[in-house]
């Protein structure tokens, strides 16, 4: 069974500092995938990473995939208030049955920005 | 806004109720899925459609059953559920997942069973 670990879980930091989020994972795949979740909201899709040392950045996050670790980060430079929100690494699991596919979700990291 | 739709956004039913939650998107996608977000858990999978026809169902309840009439629509009939089910459903839906696609969430309806 595929288990999707992050830490921290709970993170908070002061405006502009830089931190990194962590994401394991026990199995293999190829492909990971990032989501922000504000309160009452939505997921919202930041980043797809498909290929072992994958790096994609939007802003002031950037996200990086080491399959051969199954290690994928979320790294945030000089933070900012709105960054505020909890984030979600997934991975994505074959199904049994037919060539579908899920998404595995980590327990999520609530990220507090403090002025 | 994803582009999936949920319906109803808050839901409060008794034990002896039978509701639905209804999903609707239209992107194209080819496959629907349900998941439950709770305080106490990660989210977690409950049902995989895929071109209308179910491919997962992740060891959940009969008092949940999902139904997909077409790709563009996708229900959960909840019937005699427990406080314990109280939660947020969330429908998303993708093309098959493969390299490149990724999956777009509704709102999410949030239950709360008393």
């Known amino acids: 069974e595929l288990k999707v670990e992050q830490n921290p879980l709970f993170l908070s930091m002061q405006e502009g500092k830089n931190y990194t989020i962590y994401c394991n994972y026990s199995?293999?795949?190829?492909?990971l995938y990032w989501y922000r979740q504000d309160p009452g909201k939505s997921l919202e899709s930041l980043f797809v990473?498909?290929?072992?040392?994958a790096v994609k950045q939007e802003g002031r996050l950037m996200a990086s995939l080491d399959t051969k670790a199954r290690l994928s980060t979320l790294h945030i430079t000089a933070a900012v208030h709105d960054l505020s929100a909890t984030y979600f690494c997934a991975v994505a699991l074959k199904l049994t049955q037919g060539g579908s596919e899920k998404l595995v979700f980590g327990k999520g990291t609530k990220l507090t920005v403090n002025p | 806004e994803t582009g999936v739709t949920q319906t109803p956004r808050h839901l409060v039913m008794g034990m002896t109720n039978k509701k639905s939650l209804k999903c609707e998107q239209h992107?194209?996608?080819?496959?629907m899925y349900w998941y439950k977000q709770s305080a106490k858990k990660p989210l977690e999978l409950m049902f995989v459609y895929s071109l209308e026809e179910r491919v997962e169902n992740n060891s959940v309840p009969s008092r949940f059953s999902p139904e997909c009439p077409n790709s563009s629509h996708l229900f959960l009939h909840l019937h005699t559920l427990q406080p314990e089910d109280s939660a947020l459903y969330l429908c998303?839906?993708?093309?098959?997942?493969?390299?490149?696609?990724?999956?777009?969430f509704g709102q999410g309806t949030r239950l709360t069973v008393v």
């Open positions: 998303a839906s993708s093309q098959e997942l493969g390299r490149g696609t990724e999956a777009f």
């Open positions: 199995t293999t795949s190829d492909r």
């Open positions: 990473l498909l290929s072992n040392g």
């Open positions: 992107l194209g996608h080819n496959a």
